[in-house]
């Protein structure tokens, strides 16, 4: 495996490839990021991992700093999955200059849940991905990048975003790895105490119990149902921003016969100072 570090480097290592078979990560890898880059690569001519920590996406108050940074482990993990390149820029490699352009996805996706809780997180997610496909793809006719279906709605803005500027890279969504007791696979799970990585497997718990009583309710009677589930998990300590059921088609709050339309519970809470997202297609 090729471990380039500027974006010269990286394309001249490209050079000659036609489809790109390309997963972005911040580091610190789990199982869920192999799994990534094993689904992807078959479907490419050459398979590109990323390993930048994005300022951008990061609130002054969040962990920006403190974000674990395991270059080396995550390097052996990448080319025992079979990774052939992989891009671990500095951040004066890809912000050379104050980046004034960004990408500002369509409030309708990009401000409710995370983008509501996290305010302007979507702006520096789109603003990197893109600059990062501009990276691995450039002349290329075509290629393919993934990431996890635990980021839910960061894979909606990222696929929307691909269609809009009408970009030739097709969106794998990889299904949601979890330990043995349900927890999703997630690199902020290296924060948790041994007590609580247990106790954080009543959020997909939660999310199973609030599918299970949507599919028994009216759109109506979700309100309550969202209400109950988040004083469920307060009680136990937990501090929630949204435990919530939306169309899986564009995050809105379902109406209608909710048995008729594919849905998605989504979830998101603070757990001492660790803050998890999950969530779980019904």
């Known amino acids: 495996m090729h471990i380039v570090h500027t974006i010269a480097e990286l394309r001249d290592k490209l050079s000659g490839f036609k489809r790109p078979a390309f997963v972005p990560t911040m580091g610190n890898l789990h ?3 192999i799994a990534l880059v094993q689904e992807a690569r078959p479907l490419g001519d050459v398979t590109v991992s990323s390993i930048f920590v994005n300022r951008l996406q990061f609130a002054p108050h969040e962990d920006f700093d403190s974000y674990p940074r395991t270059l080396d482990t995550d390097a052996q993990r990448l080319e025992a999955a079979g990774c052939d390149v992989l891009f671990a820029p500095r951040e004066k490699e890809l912000y050379p200059e104050p980046q004034t352009y960004k990408v500002h996805p369509a409030s309708d996706l990009a401000d409710i849940l995370e983008g509501h809780f996290r305010p302007g997180f979507f702006i520096g997610v789109s603003t990197v991905v893109l600059k990062l496909f501009s990276c691995v793809y450039a002349g290329m006719p075509a290629g393919v990048a993934a990431f996890g279906k635990k980021d839910y709605q960061q894979v909606m803005v990222v696929r929307r ?13 990889g299904e949601t790895q979890r330990a043995d007791n349900g927890l999703a696979l997630s690199s902020r799970n290296g924060y948790l105490t041994d007590e609580q990585r247990q106790e954080a497997a009543q959020l997909s718990q939660a999310l199973k119990a609030l599918g299970k009583a949507a599919q ?3 759109p109506a ?3 309550a149902l969202e209400a109950q589930a988040l004083q469920a998990l307060a009680r136990r ?11 899986r088609a564009d995050l809105l709050a379902p109406w209608g016969e909710l048995a008729s339309q594919p849905l998605v519970v989504l979830g998101a809470a603070k757990l001492g100072s660790t803050r998890l997202i999950d969530n779980l297609e019904i």
């Not at 300590?237 to 169309?247: A, C, E, F, M």
């Open 161 to 173: 975003m691909v269609q809009q500027f009408a970009l030739p890279i097709e969106i794998l969504a």
């Open 216 to 218: 028994a309710a009216s």
């Open 237 to 247: 300590g937990w501090k929630p921003d949204y435990l919530t059921v939306r169309r």
């Open 31 to 33: 199982d869920g990021h």
């Open 221 to 223: 009677d979700l309100p």
